[in-house]
């Protein structure tokens, strides 16, 4: 059967104009149905996986604010009195029957922190089996893996600190597999103009779980107790595993129910995009300037990313001085728009290189600016509007909000250079950026000791400084085409 796409080649190195396959002016396929596609199916599932996932990870950080002794630690978390007291009258009491730990402000940074210590190290491993194997199954036993070390938390907790940051460490290795997993798995499924949209669905199941699972977590915490936040949030996980290894496969021709227009219509677009080669080219690779630049715009945005991830809700308490259900609730708000965001500007990508006829770097360098430079302005503002609580929300939230045109920047430049090891690349990236999740929140720690609106205030602004030198190197360096390295065997000319 004649391919209903042409044949694209990339471009013939890593410097010049962007000639993205697709993108050219030879005739472009007519897109299979979007409508009960299999592309989509895994887009959607995925995106409950990742759901899944963050509420996995962020559930602690409101939890640990109901599971530490505030008399016991009154000496180490400071709440200023700059903020006048915001909670409203609450007229159910609070249920107390959750143990309390005499865990000082020190160690807390260390239990919040341990996660990225186990993330951190299958990272890049995950990346190499995953472009070897297929996805399905590491991504899939990665969650399963989390959901069951999250029921032992708070066994864990009761064993002592030790034990607890050695339990969310395992945590962490079994999320690290997760992203890599994935980006490997749209290598073969995700068509070059369909990208922006596909992996923005899925990864905003990410944003979707911070903002379900920072309330929910309060709620339960407040008419309950914190143990029964990491019961429910690991049952529900085991659950999608189940719906994960049932209807998920791993490319699209060992797809069960895919059409026949559809595997053809992703097989033939990815054409000349993909490698044969066995093994992977780690030297060009990792000499690869657009790779570095990728590096440091990860490395970058998750700093402010982590830092607010892990010490939002603790700045509400704190410093904005709201209770813990008011808590939950306000911390999960910049998410919402997060998600919201990193959906419209998934469309709006995509439809700019297809339509418009935008160039695939020219896109990713905008989007990546909006979601950097943008977040950073904001972060400062919130600093430095003091105690004015409606707006210290807003302007997070609109910093949280503008951080989603990265999932159409940098976040998927790694499908653009070097589709067929996409998984690698997320995995050394990602190594990287995982860092901020491991002494972000302990230098914001240690710059807060008596939490006031000064001290965050030099927490912000440093977290801005770095998102905007991450997005400024990104502009400069990045690229929109497959790269040489990427394409041929090694050091052999393409035909």
Not at 106 to 122: D, N, P, V
Not at 302 to 331: A, C, D, H
């Amino acid at each position: 059967m004649k391919s209903p796409v042409p044949d694209l080649a990339p471009s013939d190195g890593e410097e010049g104009e962007d000639r993205t396959p697709l993108l050219q002016r030879a005739p472009r396929a007519e897109t299979a149905p979007v409508c009960r596609s299999a592309r989509y199916n895994l887009a959607f599932l995925a995106f409950f996986g990742f759901f899944v996932l963050y509420s996995l990870r962020v559930n602690l950080s409101v939890a640990l604010v109901d599971m530490v002794d505030s008399n016991t630690t009154a000496a180490d978390n400071r709440t200023a009195n700059e903020c006048a007291e915001h909670s409203t009258p609450i007229k159910v009491l609070h249920n107390q029957t959750g143990k309390k730990y005499r865990w000082d402000a020190e160690t807390q940074g260390w239990i919040l922190g341990s996660f990225f210590y186990g993330y951190i190290i299958t990272q890049i491993p995950a990346g190499y089996v995953a472009s070897r194997s297929g996805g399905k199954l590491l991504l899939g036993f990665g969650v399963l893996g989390t959901s069951v070390f999250t029921l032992f938390t708070p066994l864990a907790a009761d064993f002592g600190v030790g034990a607890i940051i050695a339990l969310r460490a395992l945590e962490g290795l079994g999320e690290g597999v997760t992203f890599p997993a994935m980006h490997a798995m749209w290598s073969s499924w995700a068509p070059p103009l369909e990208r922006s949209k596909l992996l923005s669905i899925s990864y905003a199941g990410a944003q979707l779980g911070t903002v379900v699972s920072l309330p929910l977590s309060g709620i339960v915490c407040f008419y309950m107790n914190w143990t029964y936040v990491f019961y429910l949030f690991g049952i529900v996980g085991i659950i999608w595993f189940i719906l994960w290894i049932w209807l998920v496969s791993d490319t699209p021709e060992t797809h069960k129910t895919i059409s026949p227009y559809e595997k053809e219509y992703i097989l033939s677009s990815l054409r000349n995009q993909l490698s044969s080669q066995k093994s992977v080219p780690w030297v060009p690779m990792l000499k690869s300037l657009a790779l570095w630049a990728i590096v440091v715009a990860h490395f970058s945005y998750n700093w402010t990313f982590y830092t607010l991830l892990t010490l939002l809700p603790t700045y509400m308490k704190e410093v904005l001085r709201f209770n813990i259900q008011e808590n939950g609730f306000l911390s999960a708000v910049p998410y919402l728009g997060c998600w919201l965001c990193m959906i419209l500007s998934g469309q709006a990508a995509d439809n700019l290189r297809a339509k418009w006829n935008f160039s695939t770097l020219c896109v990713r360098r905008v989007f990546s600016l909006i979601g950097m430079i943008g977040p950073a302005v904001f972060l400062v503002a919130a600093g430095f509007i003091g105690c004015d609580y409606s707006l210290a929300v807003a302007f997070l939230t609109i910093s949280t909000t503008l951080g989603g045109f990265c999932s159409s920047g940098f976040s998927i430049n790694h499908l653009d250079i070097a589709p067929s090891y996409a998984g690698i690349l997320l995995g050394i990236t990602n190594t990287f950026a995982t860092i901020p999740g491991m002494i972000g929140p302990i230098i914001a720690r240690s710059l807060t000791p008596e939490n006031t609106v000064g001290e965050w205030q030099t927490v912000f602004c440093l977290a801005a400084a770095v998102n905007v030198f991450g997005a400024i190197f990104f502009t400069l360096f990045s690229k929109g085409e497959v790269q040489n390295w990427a394409v041929r065997d090694h050091g052999e000319p393409r035909n």
